[in-house]
Nanobody
């Protein structure tokens, strides 16, 4: 059974950091691009970052440039989202999605259940 499971969310103060993980089971992440998305209350889901199967990175949201990074550990079948200098406007449910191919232009195929990130003092 194909599954993506996000973890690492929580409550953090402004300026803090979190690292989210997206662990896959039932398939090998190595061959697919993986994207991170988020949905804030009352807003549509938006793309954050994507990493291709060969490590190329695409930013979907200009607001996270210089603060968020994405990486993958194929041996662990896991993709990470490192979030630094967090702001209250980063508060959202964060989702990972596996693309249908190796680069970030492919469609989203499998989704995780999401993990809540709350940035508040």
């Amino acid at each position: 059974q194909v599954q993506l499971v996000e973890s690492g969310g929580g409550l953090v103060q402004p300026g803090g950091a979190l690292r989210l993980s997206c662990a896959a089971s039932g398939f090998t992440l190595n061959y697919y691009a993986i994207g991170w998305f988020r949905q804030a209350p009352g807003k549509e889901r938006e793309g954050v970052l994507c990493i291709s199967s060969y490590g190329g990175i695409r930013y979907y949201a200009d607001s996270v440039k210089g603060r968020f990074t994405i990486s993958r550990d194929n041996a662990k079948n896991t993709v990470y989202l490192q979030m630094n200098s967090l702001k209250p406007e980063d508060t959202a449910v964060y989702y990972c999605a596996s693309k249908s191919g190796s680069n970030c232009s492919h469609q989203n195929r499998y989704w995780g259940q999401g993990t809540q990130v709350t940035v508040s003092s």
